[in-house]
C-alpha cells in the first residue's frame, strides 16, 4: 500500500512589512529578512491514503514563533509579515519510511487560509476567539 507523508510549510506572500491603523492594514515598508525556513511534518504520516481519507486532517500540533533563536522546530515567522501556508502531500518511499519520492507530490494552497503574523491581536474579537478556543490562552482574558 502506497503511504503518504504530510508536510505543511508557510511562506512570505511578498516583500513588505505591514501596519495595522485606523482599522485596516498598509505596507509599512521593507520586508525583514526571511527567517529560517523549516517545515512541520504531520505526526500520523507516513499514512496509506485510506488512513487520510477517513477523517478531517488537523495541523492543531503546528506551532508559530518570531523567535529566530527557537529550538523547538517550529515554525518561524517575521511579525506584521504576510503568510500563506502550503500543504505538500508527499509520496513516501518504500525502502524508508520518511524518504521522500521527491518526483512524486502535489503542493495545495488555499488563499483563504492567507494571513498576517502578530505578536498581539488588532482586533477585539480575534482576542476573544483566542481566548474561547486556546487553552493555553488564558492570560488574554485579564
Known amino acids: 500500500k ?9 511562506v512570505a506572500v511578498d516583500s513588505h512589512r505591514y ?3 485606523e482599522s485596516k492594514w498598509s505596507v509599512a515598508g521593507k520586508a525583514e529578512p ?3 525556513g523549516r517545515v512541520f511534518v504531520h505526526p500520523d504520516s507516513p499514512a496509506t491514503g485510506t ?3 477517513k477523517q478531517v486532517v488537523c495541523f492543531q500540533k503546528l506551532k508559530l514563533t518570531n523567535n529566530y533563536m527557537d529550538t523547538f522546530g517550529h515554525i518561524m515567522l517575521n511579525s506584521m509579515h504576510k503568510y500563506q501556508p502550503r500543504l505538500h502531500i508527499v509520496q513516501a518511499s518504500e525502502n524508508n519510511k520518511f524518504e521522500l519520492k521527491k518526483t512524486c507530490f502535489r ?7 492567507e494571513f498576517m ?8 474579537q480575534i482576542t476573544q476567539l ?13
Do not use: C, L, R
Open 51 to 53: 488512513h487520510w481519507m
Open 19 to 21: 501596519k495595522f491603523n
Open 107 to 113: 503542493t495545495f494552497i488555499f488563499p483563504e487560509t
Open 2 to 10: 502506497t503511504k503518504y507523508i504530510f508536510v505543511m510549510d508557510i
Open 34 to 36: 526571511a527567517m529560517p
Open 117 to 124: 503574523a502578530v505578536t498581539s491581536y488588532q482586533n477585539h
Open 130 to 142: 483566542k481566548i474561547e478556543h486556546n487553552p493555553f490562552a488564558k492570560g488574554f482574558g485579564a
